[in-house]
């Protein structure tokens, strides 16, 4: 087995433990992650649904397709790890039925892509960690010295600029290794989206995306997926962004989890509370689903979060599975969309508004 199945199955075990079988080896489990499952594998009958994508999502997922295959054993539903970006690019080709991503897709997106749909699934966040010697207290850190140090302009720990934001903390005199994601990675880009709304100039626009072009930055690491981003940051002075589905880990893993300043100005951790502080502050999703979360002016709102997309084509190849597809969908929209899935990896349930779009998105997908 690959170390990225291990890093799947070992964030699959953030689930509840009675559905850790299902998400990671039953004949209704996961497929390999680096590769994407075909859609071309549906029955007839629509008793197939196939998904790719988010490793943000996938600990969840696995949840969702494990307790939905328990409960309707004639359906089978394969999924992978693969990354937003493939995951999108999957469901555009129809090589499966469900992409799932964490960065909705924009108009130009939909142009590009015409016949998709951006459906919101739950809320999620993406967390900075890091792994500094002798820094326990969590480290306040904005856009302005994250995009500092991520265009290697800031390489210590101990930088004035750093020390600025932390008054009273220790700083070691430690290299900062940077890590960023290899793949096409909607982690990515709600973290570049973070840093382009926090300081324009120091990360422009043009950066922000699932793939870019990371600064040349001596030592800095390229890893596949959020268990690798994980993984990665056992390197002493290394700092990441990862999904929140990923804390518990990293915290065992006696990583940090900076407090990140939003618009306000204020710091703020992924608290259940914060995200949902910042959830607060903005409108429902549009009738296309697709809305940034980056930002919040809430004095308590967490400034990266994000709801989480399933990526579908509205004309399924058959009645049969756009009937599967919808079953399942609606199935997560509502008993998914629920603590008892969400809590284990720290995602917060879609607000009302949203959820009726959604579910809107979700009655328009149809056979061909």
Sequence with gaps: MSQRIRLACTAAALVPLTLLAAACGSSSGSTTPSSSPSASAASATGKSITETGSTLLFPLFGAWQAAYSTANPNVTITSGATG???????????????????????????????GLLNIPLAVAAVDVNYNVTGVKKPLNLNGAVLAQIYTGKITT???????????????????????HRADSSGSTFLFTSYLNAQDPSAWPSADVDTTVTWPSVPGSLAETGSGGMLAGCAVKGCIAYIGISYLSKATAAGLGTASLANKAGKFTQPTTAAINAALASFPAAPATGAEALINTSAAAGYPIINYEYAIVKKSQPSAAEASAVKAFLGWVLSTGDTATYLSA????????????VAKTLVSSISGM
């Excluded at 720990?157 to 890590?179: D, F, H, M, R, S």
């Excluded at 995602?347 to 508004?353: G, K, Q, R, T, Y």
């Design 84 to 114: 937003s970006g493939t995951g999108i690019t999957d469901a555009s080709q129809g090589l499966v039925n469900i992409g799932a991503s964490d960065a909705y897709l924009s108009s130009a997106d939909l142009s590009q892509y015409p």
């Design 345 to 356: 990896v720290g995602f917060e349930p879609l607000p009302s508004a949203t959820l009726g």
């Design 157 to 179: 720990w101990n930088n004035a600029a750093i020390a600025k934001l932390n008054p009273g903390v220790t700083l070691p005199a430690e290299k900062i290794v940077t890590l």
